[in-house]
């Protein structure tokens, strides 16, 4: 699976793509923002890197494994936002053991750990459960085996 992410040029923080659309639903534009809870001091220079991706899930580098999915709102890289999705997905291995097992629960306290430990805020209940709604979303999606992330 050759992917191309992108990040920041100014500071290499990874970026995510914002669709924006009029009341109809009809795009009329794009954003790009940094990805990371604390937001730098200056704007999106979006360039494409193929590297390694970070596991979709939990985002610790070295995602091992690719899960392919499927349908108009597949989820994508945001586990905060249900509204834009792509495909496929990346898991590091320990993510990917959660998913095969199907431990969803289990899946969603890792991430929250992380991501409480990542920006240093609590995740609050409501997001939990947001992160376990996306997580049951892919698993509704995914399609196929996990297959090797390879360059």
Known sequence: MNRVYPRCKTC???VA????????????GVAWLHSSAKQPDHDVEPVFTQRAPKC???SQPE?????LVTGENAPKRQWYSSD??????????????????GKWGALVQRCARLIQELHRVPVPTDARAALYKHHQDFKNRMVGDRLPVTD
């Not at 793509?17 to 009329?28: M, S, Y």
């Not at 995602?63 to 899960?67: F, I, N, Q, T």
């Open 12 to 14: 290499g923080l990874e």
């Open 56 to 58: 979709d899930f939990c």
């Open 84 to 101: 834009h999705f792509d495909t496929p997905w990346a898991a590091c291995t320990t993510c990917s053991g959660l998913i095969e097992a």
């Open 63 to 67: 995602a091992l494994w690719g899960y």
């Open 17 to 28: 793509k914002l669709d924006i659309k009029d009341n109809a639903g009809i795009l009329v």
